[in-house]
């Protein structure tokens, strides 16, 4: 049965303190608590936080999203801290993240008016082909601004590969799907030592 990937990926304030940007970091980490989550993985830049939660399928969505870890995770933990963000919903083939998984790149097709499902089954296509481990597919929300999404476990060698392919997968992408795709790259974090 295919599983649910919850993505999130949000930009820090230009004036987010220190305290509060590891705030932040602490309650993503205790989405891992919350009912359905089977892994959870944070990354950040200097700009960026992703947080991509594995659920154990799409029936879990309601519950995650419901919960108390989750609601304190998007109030007391992003909401002080961020200017914006996007999320995405996804279900799809999903297996756990490779061990050695050192960065993540999320991204969203948004939903754009005389986008045919096939322009984004292709777009879809052409992600999994790049280098890293691929999660993708369609939305599951009703409410969703994308149609689909996912992303990519790079270790550090994928990485490199990766960053050298993108720009010109970007233009790609925009051609087929009329559109920029939302993204964001950042670096896994550490698990914090006991």
């Known amino acids: ?30 989405l891992g608590q919350a009912p ?36 304190s995770f998007v109030m007391q933990g992003l909401a002080p801290v961020i200017r914006g963000m996007w999320s995405a919903a996804i279900e799809a083939e999903c297996d756990l993240p490779p061990a050695d998984t ?28 790049m280098p890293g481990a691929a999660v993708t597919g369609p939305t599951v929300e009703e409410r969703e601004r994308y149609r689909a999404g996912g992303l990519l476990c790079l270790t550090t060698a994928d990485r490199v590969a990766f960053e050298t392919a993108l ?6 992408w925009a051609e087929t799907a009329g559109g920029a795709v939302e993204e964001a790259l950042a670096d896994v974090l550490p698990e914090p030592s006991l």
């Open 102 to 129: 050192a960065a993540l790149w999320a991204f969203a097709l948004p939903t754009i008016e005389g986008v045919y499902e096939w322009q984004i089954r292709d777009v879809l296509a052409a992600i999994e082909e």
């Open 1 to 30: 049965m295919p599983g649910a990937l919850h993505v999130v990926a949000a930009r820090f304030r230009s004036d987010a303190d220190a305290t509060g940007v590891e705030h932040a970091l602490e309650v993503a980490r205790a």
């Open 36 to 71: 359905g989550v089977e892994t959870v993985i944070v990354a950040r830049s200097d700009e960026q936080l992703i947080v991509a939660t594995w659920l154990e399928g799409r029936e879990a969505l309601d519950a995650f999203a419901e919960s108390r870890a989750h609601m």
């Open 167 to 172: 720009p010109e997968a970007r233009t790609q």
